[in-house]
C-alpha cells in the first residue's frame, strides 16, 4: 500500500491512527501530553478520516492568463513550434502586456509544452551520431556565418569563425566578403593570435577555402588555392568535410548558434556597436561560460590547463590573455 506522506512530517502513521481511533472520552491535550504533539495537531488528526497528507498544492492558481487565453497560447506552441523568447513577444503583442516571462514557462509546464524539442515530430537519423575524436589543442574548426545589414553599412557582412576543439577557444573577424583571399588573410591572424600552435584546420568546401568543387563538379583539390597555402606556410594540414554534410563541421555550427541567439536577443543601431557586441559575446563566452564538454571549465580554463600540462604546444603563454573581469 502506498501512502502519501509528507517528508517533513512530525507524526507517524502509526501514532495518526492512534490518534483517530481514541475514544472521545480522552481529551485532546491528554492525547497531546501522551504523544508529545500540540494541541491543534492532535484535533487535525482526530478530524481527519484518513492518516495521508493531503496536496500542499493551492486550490486556486493564480494565473496571468485566464484558461481560454492559455488554452490559446498553448496551441500556438503546439503549432507554430516557436522558442519562449518569440511566444512571449506574442503573447505580448496580441494577447496580455504584462505577461512576464516565468508566468509564461510555468503555464506551459501546466499544459505539457514546455519542452520544444519534444513537440517536434521525431525523425529517423540517417545514421547514429558521433562524438568529436578527442584532440589536445591545435585542431581547429573554421566557419563563415552571415550577419544581419547594418542601417549604415550597402550590403551585408560576414563573420568569419574558428574555434578550437580541444578549449573552444574562439577567434572572429568580421568581413565585408567570402573571397578566398580574404579566408586567407584570416587565417594568417589566426595563427598569429592563436596561443598555441595550429596543426589541422577543418573547414566545409566552400569556395573561399577550397577549389575542390568546379562548376558543381567535385576534384581532388590542387593546394593552389589562396587558404591551402597559407596552410602550407604554416605547416598546417587543411581537411575538409564530407560533401554535404555539414554537421561534420557542427562544432563551429553551435557557436554560430549562440551567436544568432544574441542577434536575436540584441538590437544594434550600426556596424560598430554590432563589432563591439559580438566581441563583448566573446570575451563573455571565453572567460564566464562554463561547459560541460571541458568539465564545467571556461575555455580560457581549459587553454591554462592544457599549457600547465603540455606547454610544448604554445607559442605563447595564454596566461597573457585578457584576463575575465571580476
Known sequence: ??????????TTPAIRDELRAAPASVSTNAL?????????TVDKWRQRPSSEDRSHRPHTLHATLTPEQEEIVAELRRTLLIDTVDLLMLVRE????????SALKRMMKRHGVSSLRALM?????????KPFKRYPPGFVHVDVKYLPRMADEASRSYLYVAIDRATRWVFFEIHPDKRAETAAGFLERLVAAATFRIEKVLSDNGPEFTDRFVHGRERTPTGKHAFDRVCAKHGIEH????????QTNGMAERFNGRIADQLGRTHFENSAQLRSGLEAYRQIYLNHLPQRVLGHRTPRQALLDWFKKEPERFRTDPHNLPAPDR
Not at 497531546?32 to 491543534?40: E, F, Q, V
Not at 581537411?239 to 555539414?246: A, C, D, E, K
Request: aromatic share 6%.
Open 121 to 129: 515530430p521525431q525523425e529517423e537519423p540517417e545514421e547514429p551520431a
Open 239 to 246: 581537411r575538409l568535410i564530407r560533401p554535404w554534410r555539414p
Open 94 to 101: 496580441f494577447i496580455c502586456p504584462t505577461m512576464s516571462e
Open 32 to 40: 497531546a501530553r501522551r504523544y508529545g504533539l500540540h494541541h491543534k
Open 1 to 10: 500500500m502506498i501512502l502519501r506522506l509528507h517528508k517533513n512530517a512530525r
